[in-house]
């Protein structure tokens, strides 16, 4: 049993405060990932429940024991770092099999262990080498053997695939999600690669700047984004965003050129004559022929995919990109109407950025844990 | 650089030998000389080519200076500065890079401050400690009144005292007591990746462990450059040794040694000076560091540059 709390966390170095008041209930045998872009706090929340790093405020408790004040040897975690962190003297042997001889754990019984865990990731036949004498992706899986042969409760991650090839980074994912379903350990994974995350994860936590913006379900947090910043984050190429206000009686919102969005009354009515901004993402929008649709816009340039083509828009001067296997043979300024899906339309409060739903309030906050 | 430059790269060699020979030739000229007798030796023009005495002088001038016990002083005292030595740098080297305490930049100042102050620099002072090793400490009983206060007290007049002349110990120390090995090391051990010192606390080891299992091992090329510059430094010593060695015959070394050999009033009663034997004697005190720095050479280049991959 290994649940992670983390309750009112803040992280300040020096008069500088980069992380405040996060929240988090990890569960047991869960797999989070952490998606942030770079320097907003994912490795130094990780650095804080593996010990590597002080907590200012708040605590951490692991198992129900409060960590903050224990030692990294003592909380039962293990890491694997970006870097991979292999003992360049040490053969892989050695370097898995470093924290049992720190343990004090007989030479027979640790090679035994190591064999039987380098079996695991493949690693059998590299056992005598060195880690310069290693390929990354080789690496990389010294540096998860090492981190599993301690049995670890808790398995911390931080951005371990970024070093590799687009490919290797796939396999190394499946096998990572593997790994985690054959051993009893919870999971928290580091990266800002929404890709990464979102396949890997059981829930996700998106981070912005030393604040944790919405927790979810990958599936929740595409559909439901909290925020015009996760709608904005999450999904690729990414959401649009079109400014326009609310009007109860027409049941719509108005975009600032005078077109008009159906919007479900109940919506309309809870927010009514807020100024918002409508996100729509590009994979939920329909090109059709002009005025046959809601949105009127005109064909500003178009990209090829192969799969598909990825229409750049405008919509009077502000951009609308649909993403769309159809081929239209639509030339630049061709005029265009574009479907939009009820539900795919997400409403954001101009000023605050949160989420408006039915209830005209923000939706799938960040949880609150009593302190 | 690959580039072909057949003219620049005959230029270079031209200046490589040429430094190369103008650098053999005074060693050049001292074997030949141990290689002639007196006569020989002392007749102008200087000889340039070898004679037939070799060994013979090799074999008196051994003899005159006792060289054996001198060797084995020697090799005791450079041995020891380079044990010291490692071990102390080492361990200031760990202390400054890896633990936050107070007082961290006051400890590097002053480590760093004895770099501008070699022994040469402050032999009086030095010599006044090892005459009585104990005798700072006396000055700060005496300073607090503590002396005056227990001699009160229990009547007992303390009167610290530890003599260091005429002792191996008292010839080490001073040379141990130096800063260029803290900086190699720091050097060096600022160049460990933080995640390596991560992982070795997420593996549970503790500081000992980790100095033990991961730096020390990591830092053998350190340990072989460092080592090979203090026995060269500690064999050659002159000045100290003669300074606060009066035992010659038990205590001597070699470097003082050589200047019983070199032609003087005192050694030669203004006879005709001995100059094959000084240069069979120069000879012979030569190859120790030769044969240490021959050996340790492939670890000690890679040490200084630094590259151990
Ligand atoms: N030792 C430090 N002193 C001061 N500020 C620091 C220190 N370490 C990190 N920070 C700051 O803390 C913030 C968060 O850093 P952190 O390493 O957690 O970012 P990250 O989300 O992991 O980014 P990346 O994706 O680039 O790794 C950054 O703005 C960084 O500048
Ligand atoms: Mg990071």
């Not at chain 1, 770079?38 to 650095?47: A, P, Q, V």
């Not at chain 2, 006792?66 to 010291?84: E, L, P, S």
């Not at chain 2, 009160?152 to 800063?179: D, F, H, K």
Request: net charge neutral; with cysteine.
């Amino acid at each position: 049993m290994a649940d992670i709390s983390i309750r009112n966390v803040a992280k300040s170095y020096g008069k500088d405060s980069i992380m405040q008041g996060v929240n988090l209930e990890i569960r047991n045998r869960e797999f989070v990932v952490i998606l942030g872009p770079s320097g907003c706090g994912k490795s130094t929340l990780l650095r804080m429940i593996a010990g590597l790093e002080a907590i200012t405020a708040g605590e951490i408790a692991i198992a129900g024991q409060v960590v903050n004040d224990l030692e990294p040897r003592q909380r039962g975690c293990a890491m694997v770092f970006q870097n991979y962190a292999l003992y360049p003297h040490m053969t892989v042997a050695e370097n898995i099999g470093y924290a049992l001889k720190v343990a004090g754990v007989g030479r027979a019984e640790r090679r035994a262990a190591v064999e039987r865990v380098a079996q695991s990731v493949g690693l059998n036949e590299f056992l005598d080498r060195r880690p310069g004498q290693l390929s990354g992706g080789q690496r990389q899986r010294v540096a998860m053997a090492r981190a599993i042969i301690r049995e670890p409760r808790v398995f911390l991650f931080d951005e371990p695939l970024s070093n590799l090839d687009a490919k290797l980074r796939v396999q190394m994912r499946h096998e990572i999600r593997r790994i985690h379903n054959r051993i009893e350990a919870t999971s928290v994974f580091v990266t800002h690669d929404q890709h990464e995350g979102m396949t890997l994860a059981d829930r996700l936590v998106v981070m912005n700047k030393g604040t944790i913006e919405q927790v979810g379900t990958p599936e929740e947090i595409y559909d439901h984004p909290a925020s015009v910043y996760v709608g904005g984050f999450i999904g690729s190429p990414a959401m649009n965003f079109l400014p326009g206000q609310v009007s109860a009686a027409r049941a719509a919102v108005v975009l600032g050129d005078g077109q008009v969005l159906d919007l479900p009354r109940d919506v309309a009515t809870a927010a009514d004559g807020q100024l918002v901004q409508v996100g729509l993402r590009p994979e939920q929008l329909t090109i059709v022929a002009p005025g046959t649709a809601e949105l009127q816009a005109r064909v500003d340039f178009v990209e090829e995919l192969g799969s598909g083509r990825l229409y750049h828009l405008l919509v009077e001067d502000l951009p609308l990109t649909v993403l769309s296997p159809d081929k239209h043979a639509l030339r630049d300024g061709d005029a265009v109407g574009v479907t939009v899906r009820p539900d795919a339309l997400h409403l954001f409060g101009a000023e605050s950025g949160r989420r408006i739903d039915a209830r005209g309030a923000r939706v799938a906050a960040p949880q609150v844990v009593p302190a | 650089m690959i580039e072909r430059t057949p003219v620049l790269n005959a230029l270079t060699h031209v200046i490589l030998v040429t430094g190369l020979l103008l650098l053999l030739f005074p060693v050049w000229i001292a074997f030949v000389a141990a290689t002639h007798d007196m006569t020989a030796v002392n007749t102008a023009p200087v000889e340039l080519w070898p004679g037939d005495q070799f060994l013979v002088n090799l074999e008196q001038a051994w003899a005159i200076s006792d060289m054996g016990t001198k060797f084995t002083n020697t090799v005791i005292v450079a041995v020891g500065v380079v044990v010291g030595k490692i071990a102390v740098a080492c361990i200031t080297a760990f202390s400054l890079v890896f633990f936050n305490y107070r007082g961290r930049m006051l400890v590097f100042w002053l480590v760093f401050i004895t770099l501008m102050l070699p022994l040469e620099v402050r032999i009086v002072p030095t010599y006044a400690v090892a005459a009585n090793a104990l005798s700072p400490f006396q000055a700060m009983l005496d300073a607090t009144g503590l002396t005056a206060l227990i001699a009160t007290l229990s009547g007992v007049q303390v009167n610290l005292e530890w003599n260091l002349l005429n002792s191996y110990t008292g010839l080490i120390l001073p040379l141990v007591a130096t800063a260029t090995g803290t900086f190699l090391y720091r050097q060096f051990f600022l160049t460990i990746p933080d995640e390596l010192v991560e992982a070795a606390k997420m593996d549970g080891a503790g500081p000992i462990r980790f100095l033990i299992d991961v730096l020390i091992p990591l830092s053998r090329t350190n340990i072989a450059a460092l080592a090979t510059i203090m026995f060269v430094y500690a064999w050659n010593q002159y000045l100290w040794p003669l300074l606060i060695i009066t035992d010659r015959a038990n205590y001597g070394m070699v470097a003082v040694e050589l200047g019983t050999l070199v032609p003087d009033q005192f050694t030669t009663g203004g006879g005709t000076p001995t100059w094959h034997l000084a240069m069979a004697g120069t000879l012979i005190v030569m190859v120790p560091p030769i044969v240490v720095v021959v050996l340790m050479q492939r670890w000690f280049v890679r040490g200084l540059i630094n590259t151990d991959k």
